[in-house]
């Protein structure tokens, strides 16, 4: 360990020789002892060891002296190095310089003249001691908080390699359902379509009893279907294989759109044990293809009807508008969604329905309205119900 120095400070050279060579026989070679004959003289030696990067480990200092008093010294030592040990020599009067110096300069010794050699060695050593390992303490201390911030700087690196790693492997994972989805969507679609040939009787049907409007409504909500089946499958494979799609636009009334969905779900079986509500204040007027907001309208109250239970369950359809949307609010009193779901609904393959849900059927919905310039937002709170609300831009009039 490097050796640091003392100061010694008395304008009494006799004092000052004593003072001297009584610490020199108290510390050994593990210090090194200036001297200086007055405050001044003091500071000069402690700007030379200061330039020179030595380090002042004591000054001890005589209060009286011509000059700046010894308590004005330490205490402007204490200002610009307060770890340095201060000691004051005085006489039996002094003592109010030692309250002085102990308020501030951290005075931490006082010795009335004349003092005890003993008493001198043993404090002394003691003090220089106790600075030693209050030293060694805080360059530990510094070297343990530079450890701690290499290892927390490590632990960010980790957890920002692990993030990527988890979103790549999320991702991957990702990618690999949505190709399993559009190799099934495309098989089914073929297959569907295949099947969905026989739906074509019901043209006949109609044809065939062309007066009466039980086939006629019955044949159509049959071919209806038929068509919804396929464009929904047709959707899956779309959304598996991420192509945006241009829908055939035209302008529709909401509430019209929405009459002729209920007619049509009626014979839905989940659907037919639970009171739907409808409340059209307005009948806005928007460009849009009917058929995939029919798709959306059915996923929402299909997943409504799920969360409710029969025969109390009770689904809201609300129709509003205001300056440049339309909205549509599909609300229910069911069992809600628990809030640290609610980010996760729109995620593909993300469902609370266990193994009779896909977890794609909002993400869907969602895809679609975004295509109409619209966008799709979900409140719940379990216990109580959950609304979806669909917003669609209104046709201006010219």
């Given at each position: ?96 310089a ?18 005890e ?34 290892l ?60 009466d ?11 209806n279907?038929?068509?919804n089946?396929?464009?929904l ?82 689904i ?17 009193n ?19 329905k ?16 975004e ?28």
């Amino acid at each position: 360990m490097k050796k640091g120095f003392i100061i010694c400070v008395d304008d009494q050279a006799a004092i000052l020789d004593a003072l001297m060579t009584q610490l020199e026989n108290a510390v050994g070679d593990t210090c090194n002892i200036e001297t200086a004959e007055s405050a001044e003289e003091a500071l000069e030696v402690l700007g030379d060891l200061q330039r020179n990067g030595e380090l002042l480990e004591m000054i001890i200092a005589d209060e009286v002296m011509p000059g700046m008093k010894g308590s004005q010294l330490l205490e402007i030592v204490h200002k610009c190095f307060p770890e340095v040990i201060k000691v004051m020599l005085t006489g039996q009067a002094g003592l109010d310089a030692v309250v002085y110096a102990i308020n501030h300069a951290g005075l931490d010794k006082y010795f009335t003249k004349p003092w005890e050699y003993e008493d001198l060695k043993l404090t002394v050593v003691n003090l220089l001691e106790k600075g030693r390992l209050a030293r060694k303490n805080k360059l530990l201390a510094s070297e343990l908080r530079e450890k701690y911030q290499e290892l927390e700087s490590a632990y960010h690196k980790l957890a920002l390699a692990y993030k990527q790693v988890k979103e790549t492997q999320d991702q991957l994972i990702h990618t690999e359902k949505l190709a399993i989805v559009g190799q099934v969507a495309s098989g089914i679609a073929h297959e569907v379509k295949n099947q969905l040939h026989m739906i074509g009787f019901a043209e006949l049907i109609k044809e065939a009893y062309p007066a009466d409007e039980k086939v006629q409504k019955y044949a159509g909500f049959i071919l209806n279907a038929g068509n919804n089946i396929y464009h929904l499958v047709d959707e899956m494979r779309r959304f598996a294989k991420k192509e945006q799609r241009h829908y055939e636009m035209e302008m529709c009334s909401v509430t019209d759109v929405i009459s002729h969905l209920l007619n049509f779900i009626r014979f839905d079986k989940l659907l037919a044990h639970r009171k739907i509500i409808t409340d059209f204040t307005e009948n806005p007027t928007v460009r849009a293809n009917s058929d995939k907001i029919g798709q959306v309208l059915i996923n929402l109250l299909r997943n409504a009807a799920y969360a409710t239970s029969e025969n109390t369950g009770e689904i809201r359809i609300t129709v509003a508008a205001n300056k440049d949307h339309a909205v549509i609010q599909v609300q229910d009193n069911g069992c809600g969604i628990p809030e640290e779901y609610l980010p996760r609904i729109w995620e593909p393959f993300f469902t609370t329905k266990g193994d009779e849900g896909t977890g794609l059927g909002l993400d869907i919905c969602r895809r679609i309205i975004e295509e109409h310039h619209g966008a799709i937002t979900c409140t719940s709170r379990v216990n109580v119900g959950t609304t979806f609300t669909i917003s669609l831009p209104l046709v201006q009039d010219a």
